[in-house]
């Protein structure tokens, strides 16, 4: 069964950082891209990074320089590492993969909160 868990959210002031991490399991987890997801109230679900199974990265514009993702793949797990947070990035925070099949896999999400 594929599962992936996020976790690291929470709640931080303005110019912060915190480090998600998503741990999956059920999965051949380095041989998949990874995504990282985002969806604040009242908004659509966003990409913000993906990471490719080379290590090959791509940011949401608004996030460039302020985060980064990278994997371990001797621990199946993926992070996020957001400095520099603004309100604006407050948002529920998903990972999410697509399996060779198209079959496709999203975590539960972790709730990051940036305060002004």
């Known amino acids: 069964q594929v599962q992936l868990v996020e976790s690291g959210g929470g709640l931080v002031q303005a110019g912060g950082s915190l480090r998600l991490s998503c741990a999956a399991s059920?999965?051949?987890?380095?041989?998949?891209?990874m995504g990282w997801y985002r969806q604040a109230p009242g908004k659509q679900r966003e990409l913000v990074a993906s990471?490719?199974?080379?290590?090959?990265?791509n940011y949401l514009d608004p996030v460039k320089g302020r985060f980064t993702a990278s994997r371990d793949n001797a621990k199946n797990t993926v992070y996020l590492q957001m400095n520099s947070l603004k309100p604006e990035d407050t948002a529920v925070y998903y990972c999410?993969?697509?399996?060779?099949?198209?079959?496709?896999?999203w975590g539960q999400g972790t709730q990051v909160i940036v305060s002004s």
């Open positions: 059920g999965i051949i987890f380095s041989l998949l891209d």
């Open positions: 990471l490719t199974r080379d290590n090959i990265t």
């Open positions: 999410k993969t697509v399996r060779l099949t198209g079959a496709v896999y």
